[in-house]
């Protein structure tokens, strides 16, 4: 019982960040439909800011405590790439769907070389933050607070986001945008705005993942490419635009991870994807997505 309880804590941990990462990636497609292959080096690129930063306040002496709200503020800051960023992919929008993935794809290469140039190619982690916020027994599992903490933010930042998108002026113009972009641009919607936004929005999400998730594990360039794996694997069985989708398919990946690495590790990817070609199979359009018409 214990061992379940503690597979299922680290499960939804991994979910609750791969939520993160694959809202941003389903909100950028939703409404500019893009799928960005760059949502992993952001997420990295979150990882090595919230290193830098929690790094920098507990080198201060201010108290490990004080971690969560400083790792969320440096995972958003990546933000500030995405207005430009956007800018690049206005090339493609209107293009074939491979110039994009060509597009995204060199976005992740000059993303990894610059966390490379920046940070170097060995592993980086902060120290004394993880077990700084003690466990909690249940039975007899013991959970990390630190999970626990994560979880409830990426709890609090989805209903954050359905509130946005579902009961403000702006989620309803975001929505206008993607169903029909050239209807609201002829109703006086300032389409390259709402654009900038929103992939700001997404890149902001994937940085938070990113720096919620060093205190576990260390940062690296290669958790880059590791995570786009994930991420894709989270919408394809969630449905490609859907929100619930992204929360459903973070839970399935996260928990089937979760449960693979204790019984037989070296099938951690293969569990996954035979998960994806069985979605694909019977409901090719995910589990909340719509059928193409």
Not at 83 to 90: A, D, I, N
Not at 146 to 167: E, H
Request: glycine share 12%; proline share 4%; hydrophobic share 60%.
């Amino acid at each position: 019982m214990a061992a379940l309880i503690e597979v299922l804590a680290a499960g939804l941990f991994h979910a609750a960040v791969l939520f993160l990462v694959a809202a941003g990636l389903q909100l950028v497609f939703g409404v500019q439909r893009i799928l960005n292959l760059a949502c992993g080096s952001i997420y990295a690129l979150g990882a090595y800011c919230g290193v830098t930063a929690g790094s920098v306040v507990l080198g201060l002496g201010f108290p490990a405590a004080l971690a969560l709200p400083v790792l969320i503020l440096a995972g958003a800051a990546v933000a500030v790439i995405g207005p430009p960023v956007e800018r690049v992919l206005r090339l493609v929008y209107d293009r074939d769907e491979s110039f994009q993935l060509l597009l995204t794809f060199a976005l992740v290469l000059m993303l990894q070389d610059l966390v490379r140039m920046g940070w170097g190619s060995s592993p980086q982690q902060i120290d004394g933050v993880y077990l700084a916020y003690g466990q909690v027994r249940l039975e007899t599992a013991r959970i990390p607070v630190w999970n626990l903490l994560v979880l409830a933010a990426a709890l609090v930042i989805a209903v954050g986001l359905g509130a946005l998108l579902q009961r403000t002026n702006f989620g309803r113009i975001l929505r206008a945008t993607a169903e029909n972009r050239r209807m609201a641009a002829s109703l006086g919607v300032d389409t390259g705005k709402v654009y900038a936004v929103v992939f700001t929005l997404g890149t902001a999400l994937g940085g938070i993942g990113g720096a919620l998730v060093v205190p576990s594990g260390a940062a690296t360039p290669e958790m880059a490419v590791e995570l786009v794996v994930e991420a894709f694997a989270v919408v394809v069985i969630g449905g490609l635009g859907s929100m619930r989708g992204a929360l459903a398919g973070a839970v399935v990946v996260g928990v089937l991870r979760a449960a693979t690495l204790m019984v037989w590790p070296e099938l951690e990817l293969l569990a996954i994807y035979a998960v994806v070609v069985a979605v694909l199979l019977l409901r090719p359009a995910g589990l909340f997505g719509r059928p193409a018409t």
